[in-house]
């Protein structure tokens, strides 16, 4: 069974700029959670894909949107960066959406915006 | 505002010691309970979870934890560590009636002494 994957592993990218990052969930999983964790601090929920809808969102700007794939990978697309983007970015998939189905993590995505 | 709140930024405790690593709440009611480690350049991996039932509750590596909603705490321990417990531990919370997401604490980092 192979765990969630997620990539870049570093990315550096400048102000103003795009950045898309991606990620593979475990087989068997529909639901994928991303989150942000600035440096110091525990993750910050960002939103959650499940079958391919948006089915939560935190408290993050429009320029933070997502997809989800058929396959179920998913991708986060982050516009017009700014410094306060630059955190480590995690994904983490399930099996459904209910509460009781653990969410399993990628090593994330360290993301530095200069 | 509702919280969760981890009030140790770093423990140092020597190998084979106890541990107690303690974890707060302010919601209204009981939410869903959960603790993570990180171990660096690895994802977050789940120790255990409570919902409901038995306040004590065991987990994977050893650890156990215990619910007490008099005190609004779900304290992580274990009885005698070992130097590969070296990480950085989060508390978790999701809302009952919420859209699943988790909330997480600021993170405990523990230090083994040889």
């Known amino acids: 069974e192979t765990g969630v994957t997620q990539s870049p592993t570093h990315l550096i990218k400048t102000r103003g700029q795009q950045v898309t990052l991606r990620c593979s969930s475990q087989?068997?999983?529909?639901?994928v959670s991303w989150y942000q964790q600035a440096l110091g601090q525990g993750p910050q929920f960002i939103f959650q894909y499940y079958r391919e809808e948006e089915n939560g969102r935190g408290n993050f700007p429009p320029r933070f949107s997502g997809l989800q794939f058929p396959n179920y990978s998913s991708e986060l697309n982050v516009n017009a960066l700014e410094l306060d983007d630059s955190a480590l970015y995690l994904c983490?998939?399930?099996?459904?959406?209910?509460?009781?189905?653990?969410?399993?993590f990628g090593p994330g995505t360290r993301l530095t915006v200069t | 505002a509702q919280s969760v709140t981890q009030p140790d930024i770093h423990i140092t405790v020597s190998e084979g010691a106890s541990l107690e690593l303690r974890c707060n709440y302010s919601y209204g009611a009981t939410p869903y309970l959960f603790w993570y480690v990180q171990s660096p350049g690895q994802g977050l991996q789940l120790l255990l979870k409570?919902?409901?039932?038995d306040t004590l509750v065991q987990g994977i590596k050893g650890f156990e934890a215990e619910f007490k909603r008099s005190q609004s705490s779900f304290n992580l321990r274990k009885p005698s560590v070992h130097w590969s417990d070296a990480a950085e531990y989060f508390c978790a919370v999701i809302e009952r009636d919420s859209n699943y997401q988790l909330i997480w604490g600021a993170g405990t980092k523990l230090i083994i002494k040889p």
């Open positions: 409570y919902f409901s039932g």
């Open positions: 087989s068997g999983h529909n639901t």
């Open positions: 983490a998939s399930s099996r459904g959406g209910a509460i009781g189905n653990e969410q399993y």
